[in-house]
C-alpha cells in the first residue's frame, strides 16, 4: 500500500541522499536558498525542460525558440516597469527587525495576508499578524517597497561603466527580439516565442527547498495575437498547459486554477490565472507552479515608448511631449514593434497572452508528486513513479553474479543502450538492492542478465511500479524497452 507524502523533508532528504539536489556552496554551510542539482537532479530537470521545448516549441507550428543574454540595457528594464514598479511591499518587526514580505504575514490562525489586502498595506491591516522570526504580534513598521532586482556594474572604466541588472524574468529578451525574429523568420500572427533561462530576484522570503530561489530557471512563452482574440487564446493556452503537467505524470487532483482577483494583477495584465500544485508545506498548501497572464500590448508599446531614446522613431522622437502627441493620434500603431496583418489589411501592435513556468518549481512538482513510501513483499521501499519521459535514467543494467560471463553480456546489452537511452550500469551488491536504488531514482526499466541468459539468450525486464518480471530475448530487449519507454 502506498503512502503519501506527508512532508517536503522527506523529499529534501532523497534528494540529498541520491544526488538530486544539493545546497549551493555545501562545504561552507550552504547559502540561503541556492541550490545545485546533482547528477540525478541535473538529469531529470534537463528533461523537464527538453519535455517543455518539445511541446511548445518543437510540436507546434507557430512558435519559434530564443536565448537571450541574461544582461540587457538598462533602458528595457525602464521600459518594462521593473526599476520602478518590481518591488514587494515587506513590514519590518520592531522587536527583532526582520522584514517579512507583508503577503506572507500569518495570524495565529495561521492564514496568510491576501495579496489584494497586502497591495492595499496599509498597517493596521497587520495588527493581528505575528513576526515569523520572533512571534511578536502586530509589531510592524508600516509596508514599504522591496526592490526585487539584483544591480551590478558593467565596465571596467569608472567613467563609462553603468548599473546593469540581472534579468529578473526571462520575458523582457522575448519582447526586445519580437521585431528580429519578425524580420528574420516567415511566421505570422499569431504566434508565440519561447525561451528557457535563469532568472534572478532578490526575493525577501525564500521558501521550502527549490520552490522559491533567488536564482532560478524559467520557461517563459510569449504568444502574440490579434487584439480581440485574446481571451479565446487565455482560454486554450490555460487548457494546454494543464495537459502538459497531466501528460507528463502529475495528477489532476493535485492541480487546480486559481484566478487572480483583479487588485491582485500585476500592473501589466488584464487577467492572469495560476496553475497550482498542492505542495506539501504544512497542512498541504496550493501553491502557483505557472502563470498564465493576458499581458495586452503592455509590453511592446512600453519597448517602443523606451525606444525613441535610442532610435527616434516618431519625428522629433526625442522630445517627450512631440510624442506623447502623436501616440494619442494612434501614432504609435505605425511603430517599429507594430505588426501589419495581411489577413486584415491592419496594422497593430499585437496583444499577448504569458503562460509563464518555474523549471525548478516544476521539477519539484514532478518529485513530489512522484514520490511514494510503500511496504511490497514484507519490504519498505521508497520510490519515485516519473514518467518515463522525465526519468533522469530510463534503464539499469546488471548481471545477476559477477562470473559466468553475465558480466560481459550486461556490459555489451548496456553498450548497445547507452547511446539511445540513459542508462545506469551496476554490479556491486545484491540485486534486489540495486533494484530498491534505481526504485528510488525513479528508473522504469531494469534488466538483469542472470543463469538463464546463458542457456536460453533471454533476460529478465523488470517493471519500476508492478515489479513485475518478464523474460525477452537479448536480441529484442532494445525494441522491447524503447517501445515501452515510447522513444
Ligand atoms: N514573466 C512573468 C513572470 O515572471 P512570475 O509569476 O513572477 O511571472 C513565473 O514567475 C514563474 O516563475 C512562477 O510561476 C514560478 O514557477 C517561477 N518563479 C518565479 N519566482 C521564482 C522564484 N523566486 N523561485 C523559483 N521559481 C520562481
Known sequence: MAETLKSLDEVVSLCKRRGFIFPSSDIYGGLASCYDYGPLGVELKRNVKEAWWQAVVQRRDDMVGLDCAILMHPLAWKASGHVDKFADLVAECKKCNTRTRVDHLQGREGEETTKHAAAAGAANSLADKLCPKCGAAGQFTEPMPFKLMFETQMGANVEDSMT?????????????????VLDTTRIKVPFG???????????VTTKAFIFRTREFEQMEIEFFCRPGT???????????????YTDLGIRRENLRFREHEKDELAHYAKACVDVEYRFPFG??????????????DYDLRQHQRGMRTVTPWIEGGKDTL??????????????????????????YIPYVIEPSAGADRATLAFLVDAYAEEEVRGE????????????????????????????????AIYDDLKGQLA?????????????????????????TVDGQTNEDGTVTVRERDSMDQVRVSMDQVKAYLRDKLGR
Open 322 to 347: 512631440k510624442v506623447k502627441l502623436a501616440e494619442e493620434h494612434g501614432e504609435w500603431k505605425r511603430g517599429p514593434l507594430s505588426y501589419f496583418d495581411d489577413e486584415t489589411k491592419e496594422r
Open 193 to 203: 516565442i519561447a525561451q528557457i533561462g535563469k532568472s534572478f530576484r532578490n526575493e
Open 230 to 244: 485574446e481571451d479565446e487564446w487565455w482560454e486554450r493556452w490555460k487548457q494546454e498547459r494543464m495537459r502538459w
Open 164 to 180: 546593469v541588472y540581472l534579468r529578473p524574468e526571462t520575458a523582457q529578451g522575448i519582447f526586445a527580439n519580437f521585431a528580429n
Open 423 to 447: 542508462c545506469f550500469y551496476d554490479e556491486k551488491g545484491a540485486v534486489g538492492r540495486r533494484y530498491r536504488r534505481q526504485d528510488e531514482a525513479g528508473t522504469p526499466y531494469c534488466v
Open 283 to 296: 497542512q498541504g498548501d496550493w501553491q502557483e507552479l505557472e502563470g498564465i497572464a493576458s499581458r495586452t
Open 380 to 411: 519498505r521501499r521508497n520510490v519515485l513513479r516519473f514518467h518515463p519521459a522525465i526519468a533522469p535514467i530510463k534503464t539499469g543494467v546488471f548481471p545477476l553474479v559477477k562470473k559466468d560471463g553475465l558480466p560481459e553480456k550486461a556490459r
